[in-house]
């Protein structure tokens, strides 16, 4: 049962593709009942036939697992209202924001483009999903209090990989593990004069002029996410932002702007719109230095001076990066090592490279360092970077001595599985649980309901 959750949070995604834009096909009917959560029919068939248009079919009894994993979805639901699992407001704002700015991103910045792909304008989204995304955080936050103790041995990984048969393992194609220095531009002094200067003026014409804060940041600012809603940077907590940005900021009264403000991105003007405890709201007009050309070649002569160092072994890879890596790079407090986001971990398939890193280490031998290349490392921002090839593996069918970190993490997910699965059983038996006679040809459902499978389905 709990094997398919992992599957339930995928189906879940907050946008999908035709939840917004088309209305409910099926007439609303509660189907399942968990404590106090309903599910509805029309929850049911709109992650099925979500799933089924993305993947071109499913499988046969699939309604029967999207059932169970709303289900599911349900007990850990009940349970964390239950257990009182804290989710504030600012924390429901911050990840709204963060979504939405995510899709306009692929919209160009563009509200009204938001708004005939959806049907409705951002704030009306915001206010239709705000709930739902809610739950889904009171969800995760259940399921990590049940699971974020799970680890494992040694011997358990071993254990776990003799289990599987032979003929089971799994082929894994070439892997790379890579290590990078990030070195970002300086800005020159004369083009940090002039956005100084810029920033400036637009703080006279909003204090002398009377000119509105939120307009000028819609035309004025190089902080493209806020900058569309007015500066709102939406709220945050204490340490949530740059320590130059984020000092001004607490000295702040409500409604009070702030003085220029310099930080590692450039020139701000701050205002507090809203403060509860160290919880705040702001927005801000940001103003970027220009980077030139010359501060890019500079830049990438810097790094090669860096790569002569440890060529020639007057320094290591690992103190390089201590000592010249930009430290807000991903890689820096991770001794330079680059993390595979879909994984987890360290190794990379030679497919799933960015290309310019793909095409900088096609001619590498494993200990080499790259020469420096360039690369976009935000929006509208270049950087430069050296990458260290570390190891490259053949293909090759899984091992304990090649594949460790793997296999580790699928002991840790088996293990997971297995404790959820128990909670599952242990929960099941506190909660008045309730599902439509529909679902009595479903296996999985005996699991929740006690009654017997029909063989034929209704």
Request: charged content about 30%.
């Amino acid at each position: 049962m709990i094997n398919r959750y992992y599957l339930f949070l995928v189906l879940t995604l907050l946008f999908c593709n035709n939840a917004f834009s088309q209305e409910r096909e099926v007439i609303d009917k509660v189907v399942g009942v968990v404590g106090n959560e309903l599910i509805l029919l029309s929850d049911l068939e709109e992650q099925y036939n979500y799933v089924k248009e993305q993947q071109g079919g499913v499988p046969e009894g699939f309604r029967c697992s999207v059932m169970d994993n709303l289900l599911a979805n349900g007990l850990l639901l009940s349970k964390a209202k239950l257990d009182s699992i804290p989710v504030t407001d600012e924390e429901v704002e911050t990840q709204l924001t963060a979504r939405f700015d995510q899709i306009l991103n692929l919209m160009n910045g563009d509200p009204e483009q938001f708004k005939a792909y959806y049907g409705q304008t951002i704030p009306q989204m915001k206010e239709k999903m705000r709930n739902d995304l809610r739950n889904q955080m009171l969800v995760e936050r259940m399921r990590e209090s049940i699971i974020s103790t799970i680890s494992v041995t040694p011997a358990e990984v071993r254990d776990f990989f003799d289990k599987v048969p032979t003929d089971s393992l799994p082929y894994f194609n070439s892997e790379v593990e890579l290590a990078e220095i990030v070195y970002k531009p300086k800005v020159n002094d004369v083009e940090k004069e002039k956005a100084r200067a810029e920033l400036e003026e637009i703080k006279t014409r909003i204090t002398e002029g009377g000119e509105d804060f939120a307009e000028l940041a819609k035309l004025y600012s190089d902080d493209p996410g806020s900058g569309r809603a007015g500066g709102d940077l939406g709220w945050a907590k204490r340490g949530s932002y740059v320590p130059a940005f984020e000092a001004a900021a607490y000295n702040l009264k409500k409604d009070e702007m702030s003085e220029l403000v310099e930080s590692v991105f450039g020139f701000h003007l701050i205002q507090m719109l809203e403060r509860r405890g160290n919880n705040i709201r702001l927005r801000h007009i940001l103003i970027k230095p220009e980077i030139t050309k010359d501060d890019l070649k500079l830049a990438e002569e810097e790094l090669v001076k860096v790569r002569g160092l440890i060529v020639s072994d007057s320094i290591t890879f690992s103190g390089a990066v201590k000592r010249f890596s930009d430290e807000d790079s991903q890689s820096f407090t991770n001794d330079g090592n680059l993390v595979n986001n879909a994984t987890g971990n360290t190794f990379f398939e030679i497919g799933d490279l960015d290309p310019e890193i793909y095409f900088t280490i096609d001619t590498m031998e494993v200990g080499d360092v790259s020469s420096p290349f360039a690369f976009r490392s935000g929006p509208n921002e270049t950087s430069y970077r050296i990458v260290f090839l570390k190891s490259r593996t053949k293909p090759h069918k899984a091992s304990l001595s090649t594949d460790y970190t793997k296999i580790k993490m699928a002991a840790i997910e088996q293990k997971k599985s297995v404790k959820l699965n128990d909670w599952v059983k242990e929960t099941v038996g506190e909660t008045y649980i309730q599902v439509d006679g529909r679902y009595d040809y479903c296996p999985l459902i005996k699991q929740w309901t006690g009654r017997e499978t029909k063989e034929i389905k209704p």
